[in-house]
Structures are given as C-alpha cells and as structure tokens.
C-alpha cells in the first residue's frame, strides 16, 4: 500500500534501482551468450576441428558502474597473434609449404621440425630462386617443404560477426548503446 508522497518517491527509486539491476544483468548475459556462440561459430568453420589453443581464444569481459554497464568480447594476445590472418584481414607470407612427403603431426604441421633442423636432419637448400627444405637422412624424395608465398583464407569474420550479435542483443531495448572495435 503507497500513502502519500514520500513513500511514492521511495517506491519509485526501489523499483528504478531494481529495473537498472536486472538490465544490466540482462545485457551481460546476453553478450557472455554471444561470446560462447562467436567461440562455437569460429570452432566450427575450422578444418578438422580447432587445436584446443583456437578452442579457447575468445574472452567475454565486463565492469559494471553505478550508471552503466560495459561488456566485451576480445580474442586473448597470444591467439590474436597467431588468428589475426583469418578472423581479420588476411595477409601474404613467405612460408615452408609441406609437400606430400611431408611427415604432419595432428595439427597439420611438419613433425620434428624444430629438433630436425637444430640436429641437421632438415636443411635448408637454395637452388635458383626456390629455398627448400629436404631431409638429410632419406635418399629418395627427400623434398620435405618448398618455401613460397602463401595467403591463409579468412574463415571468420570476427568483427562482422560481434557486431551482429551486438545489434542483435540491443535490438528492441532503448537506451544509449556503443559498439566499437578495439
């Protein structure tokens, strides 16, 4: 029962406080959700399934404040290194390809090949303008990688993607929203 007006006032801050509350545990579950989707959506557009250092590259943050909330969807420093080429722009580098004789550990690199090189099992050979890299111990096919240009194909857009998901979570809800790319 509300008699008179101060306890209409109290009432009002009470249930202004509470509403507040829960909008903004509304807007963090719904991008914590969004994170674990982008980091499910990355997962599965890699080949052969993600190493588990992909599986775990996306990080959700957030800091809540008296008048506002703010959440984040980041890539951690390590992962940002070695995905940058394919969830952002994808850029061309020298690289040793391996070639079918190539011996491939599970995550699609060439087995051995830092302790081959420091034993002298993998040299590095130039002939004419190719650098190859041939096994020192076999004497038939000994071409292990050939050094060339190569572009890794983006295969997700991550801030195409968050920002999808970010229209998505504040569509329908008023208020001042910013989405930015860091």
Known sequence: MINGTNSVKSYINRQGQNFGKTFKKEIINRTRRLAVQMQKD???????????FTARSFLFTYKQTA???TTSIIVKDLQAKYL????????SELEF????FA???KFGNIA?????IKSGKFKVVKSGNK??????KKKKNRVVAVRAAKKRKQIYDFYEEGT??????VSGVRGHFTVRKL
């Open 42 to 52: 990355l997962n599965e557009h890699v080949d052969k399934g993600p190493v588990p």
């Open 103 to 105: 011996r491939m550990n």
């Open 112 to 116: 051995g090949l830092r302790a081959g």
């Open 164 to 169: 999808k998901g970010m229209r998505a979570i």
């Open 84 to 91: 940058r080429d394919i969830i952002t722009v994808p850029k």
């Open 97 to 100: 390809i391996p070639t079918s």
């Open 67 to 69: 008048t506002g909330v």
């Open 131 to 136: 650098k190859r890299l041939i096994d020192t």
